[in-house]
């Protein structure tokens, strides 16, 4: 399984930007899919995860109401989208897949994992 993230960028404080990350190898939708990230100097942390249906989606508390996970099983892609960005969002962001249904905000639990994306929040 090959994760590919894309849709970072450098964005200002209150605008949008939806991350995609593109399953190829293994059929895509069997997987639970999360998003994390990682901020300069910190360990990387839980953002958002999804189920394999799609049907029931988890989030940090830093971003629930801001950001939402989604997944198009037909074109085996999970998105991010995020809205209201601040600075403290700034961090490079991963997607993992792991061989299970239910999602979880355990790093350790995800088997897959993308090179990330670059989301920069300026002030």
């Known amino acids: 399984v090959q994760l590919q993230a894309s849709g970072g960028g450098l964005v200002q404080t209150g605008e949008s930007l939806t991350l995609s990350c593109a399953v190829s190898?293994?059929?895509?939708?069997?997987?639970?899919m999360g998003w994390f990230r990682q901020a300069p100097g910190k360990e990387r942390e839980f953002v958002a995860a999804i189920t394999s249906s799609g049907r029931s989606t988890t989030y940090a508390d830093s971003v629930k109401g801001r950001f939402t996970i989604s997944r198009d099983n037909a074109k085996n892609t999970v998105y991010l989208q995020m809205n209201s960005l601040k600075p403290e969002d700034t961090a490079v962001y991963y997607c993992?897949?792991?061989?299970?249904?239910?999602?979880?905000?355990?790093?350790?639990?995800?088997?897959?994992w993308g090179p990330g994306t670059l989301v920069t929040v300026s002030s």
């Open positions: 190898g293994r059929t895509g939708s069997i997987y639970a």
């Open positions: 993992a897949a792991r061989t299970g249904l239910v999602p979880t905000d355990r790093a350790p639990a995800y088997d897959y």
